[in-house]
């Protein structure tokens, strides 16, 4: 296993869509794992393949339970509700934007063997499914936002939600 480098925003690779896995081998194996290992080590809640610059269908987000799921050709297949809120991206770091996701997703997948399975999250998870297959069509979440916020701004704004709240 290895720590991959991060692409930020401005790489073109961000930007292309991604070609479906077909070799359900080593070398997917050593992705998966990489990216599990970069993922933890940037403390980040998804990573998709091209933000490493690998152009292939491949992401791992961490679900509710706190594990790390690989969703290897994911799509998804249903969503129910809506949710808005502050959204970031370890390849735009110290920016965050609101953007509407819903609520519920449920996204089918192939493991690392090429096995088909399907899953299903809510919340956080729903919105890191939806976020991590955008990369793979070589879309980021600031193609949402009206506007972005610093670490500083977020900060703030979170603050003073919690204050109106008490």
Known sequence: MALRTILTDQDPAL?????PVTNFDARLHDLLDDLKETLAHANGAGLAAPQVGILRRVVVVVDA???????VNPELIAQEGEQDGFEGC???PGRWGIVKRPMKARVRAQD?????FE???EEIVA???CHEIEHLDGHIFT???DRLYTNEELDELLQAQEEDGK
């Open 15 to 19: 930007h292309k869509a991604c070609r």
């Open 65 to 71: 339970n706190e594990e790390m799921l690989e969703l």
């Open 90 to 92: 370890l390849s735009v």
């Open 112 to 116: 690392r063997n090429g096995d088909f």
């Open 119 to 121: 899953v299903e999250g």
């Open 127 to 129: 919105r890191c499914f």
């Open 143 to 145: 193609e949402h936002c």
